[in-house]
């Protein structure tokens, strides 16, 4: 089934590790004017041949789009249900901040359609939190939590950053022992810190105004989260991604499964039947070409069979119960094993690789170096 990502890039400030397309938060006419431009967006898109597609996720991202009012929000949920071919229990996730939330606002939230919620906490470390430039710190954190779940919100993601300057091993699995501890989330995901991207985070490191902990430090902060959250029950189901028993993030999944999903909103991508393209990562540019009935794609890749069955397989091996390589091969057209079938030999006798009920996964040494695994189906 199909998948729907809409992007809002309104952010009050710029994190200091990001480099998704995000603006400074405008005017509610502006932020109203966005959320017009998703539903025609959804409507554009349903005309050029995807009207009645089956969905079952829709995925609201960003930037902050809890900054649209819920009534907007809303009216891009049954924007989707109207279009598409609606299959419940579908997932429907909002990322939002934690400084935002009240319960009467997560309640509208609810009432518009929102059932999982995604809070990016990043880390409980006050000072850490300012040098990044969040907006809030451990007490807003709980109080969001607690009113998410006075809200009636059963499904709660916590997005989490490991390796962060001044985070050694001890204080960041405290961290998330109490956040476990007090509000026993669903779902968590921890990345580690990315310093290959353009960011203000690694202009302050290069400059030495910053000092990342050191790399043993942090494989040793997230073999203690392994540790903690196997014994508090979660299923460690993906590299980043950690769920209790059916709270697997089901969009997050078409992802690393090579499921097809639809971007709508700037700088958002597509991906179906074979074929990824990226509306225009311009704001006005993007509002332009809507309110004149044109669909606003600047990016769209040639299909490259080799290509799409190499992300395939990358993405697959972040899951931790692996890939069925042959099948994976099937459906790109390709005799996988003929391809891949000499690296995957010379991976498993390193020790990286292993084959378990027929399919390929990371070993558990491996998962620290997944990048370079990776990077040998390239």
Known sequence: MLGIYAHVPFCVRRCAYCDFFTLPDASDGARSRLARSLV??????????????????????GGTPSRLDP?????????????????DPAEVTLEANPEDLRVAHLEALRAAGINRLSLGVQTLDGATLRALGRLHGEPEVHAAAHAAREAGFDNLNLDLICGLPGLERSKWVDQLGTLVDRHRPEHLSIYMLDMDKQTPLLGEVEAGRAQLPSEQEVLGAFEGSLKLLDTAGYEHYEISNFARPGYRSHHNLKYWLD??????????????????????????????????????????????????LAEAVI???????????????????????AVYGETVRRLEEQGWLEQVRGRLRLTDTALPVANSVWAEFL
């Not at 972040?318 to 094993?337: S, T």
Request: with cysteine.
């Open 315 to 337: 993405m697959g091996l972040r899951l931790r119960d692996g890939i069925d390589l042959e099948a994976c091969g099937r459906a790109h057209g390709r005799d996988a094993w």
């Open 71 to 87: 009534g907007e929000i809303g009216a891009v949920v049954e924007s989707v249900r109207r279009l598409f071919e609606w299959r």
């Open 259 to 308: 499921e097809p999903f639809l971007g709508i909103g700037p700088s958002a991508w597509s991906y179906i039947e074979g074929r990824r393209w990226r509306r225009v990562a311009d704001l006005e540019g993007y509002l332009k070409a809507i309110d004149a009935g044109r669909i606003p794609d600047d990016s769209i890749e040639p299909v490259d069979p080799d290509r799409r």
């Open 40 to 61: 025609r967006d959804l409507e554009l898109a349903a005309r050029a041949g995807l009207q009645f597609r089956e969905v079952d996720t829709l995925y609201f991202g």
